[in-house]
């Protein structure tokens, strides 16, 4: 990950609400953002010297993203930390296409709107290609959720294309550092 920026600090620190709640170092963010002038070097060089993530402990697998935190001991600073990281991580996963085209959650410039956009468009075109030998799987996800679906001539022949796109899911949950939740699986069918 490339060095924190004195802009990226400056950033996060001017789009923090000025009167929200205090955190454990009872620093105003109103203070802290009236102050920025004088401390933002000391800021960056505290964001670009110390970030330390832990294991949760007692957890099964630590492959799994959510089994670390980062523990912050100055909230109102950490705060900004927080949205400077995030806008990075942010940057990587699309600067390297890190998630699948259809995921639409937790990523800028989409919302629940595209994701409804998207199921509409794969819809409409399904109802077009009803007629079709083969018809495409329609795959849509959102964070840990998923929403696949098929249209076949029988039950057989759903069951047998839902158990190979799982298993293709199974393969990206586990490049992914993701993890998918059987128990949420809900089927319907037509």
């Keep these: 990950m490339s060095p924190i920026t004195l802009d990226e600090v400056r950033m ?3 789009n923090v609400k000025p009167n929200k709640a205090l955190g454990l170092d009872r620093i ?3 203070v802290l953002q009236r102050l920025l002038p004088t401390i933002e070097a000391y800021l960056v060089n505290l964001f670009n010297s110390i970030i330390v993530i832990l294991c949760k402990p007692g957890k099964p697998n630590y492959s799994n993203l959510k089994v670390y935190c980062l523990i912050v001991l100055l909230s ?3 705060k900004a930390l927080e949205l400077v990281l995030a806008r990075h991580l942010s940057y990587l996963v699309e600067q390297y296409n890190l998630l699948p085209k259809q995921h639409v959650g937790g990523r800028c ?5 595209l994701a409804i956009h998207l199921l509409l468009e794969e819809t409409h075109n399904l109802i077009k290609q009803i007629l079709a030998k083969y018809l495409d799987v329609i795959v849509l996800g959102y964070i840990d959720d998923i929403f696949i679906m098929i249209y076949r001539a029988s039950t ?3 069951y047998y294309t839902l158990t190979k796109v799982h298993q293709v899911a199974e393969c990206w949950e586990r490049t992914h550092a993701s993890k998918f939740a059987p128990a949420k699986y809900q089927l319907t069918h037509f």
């Design 28 to 30: 105003p963010n109103l």
């Design 76 to 78: 109102t600073i950490g």
């Design 109 to 113: 410039g989409h919302s629940c709107e």
């Design 156 to 158: 057989v022949a759903n």
């Design 12 to 14: 996060a620190v001017t």
